[in-house]
């Protein structure tokens, strides 16, 4: 089992910064991909930010030069960084992992923005 808890959400002016943390707990060895999806009122889940177990990284055209997600290096926490943000980024931010076949997610931290 894998264990995901969100941080660092809360309301900012547009274009602030914000940087979301997850920490990771549990059987963290096997994990492949760490991940940032967020979901807005109304919209389906997205992905934002993705980062595989070689380094390489992709990002949403939506947050691409604006948002960053790293690592550290024993796969127990990931971040995302947040500069430069809009209104329409405003959603529920979630944290999930994948171990072989098996996604794990967070609860979730809720970002807001206003104009």
């Known amino acids: 089992q894998v264990q995901l808890v969100e941080s660092g959400g809360g309301l900012v002016q547009a274009g602030g910064s914000l940087r979301l943390s997850c920490a990771v707990s549990?059987?963290?060895?096997?994990?492949?991909?760490m991940a940032w999806y967020r979901q807005a009122p109304g919209k389906q889940r997205e992905l934002v930010a993705a980062?595989?177990?070689?380094?390489?990284?992709n990002y949403a055209d939506s947050v691409k030069g604006r948002f960053t997600i790293s690592r550290g290096n024993a796969k127990n926490t990931v971040w995302l960084s947040m500069n430069s943000l809009k209104p329409e980024d405003t959603a529920v931010y979630y944290c999930?992992?994948?171990?072989?076949?098996?996604?794990?997610w967070g609860q979730g931290t809720q970002v807001t923005v206003s104009s």
């Open positions: 999930k992992v994948v171990r072989g076949t098996f996604d794990y």
């Open positions: 549990g059987s963290i060895f096997s994990i492949n991909t």
């Open positions: 980062i595989i177990s070689g380094g390489s990284t």
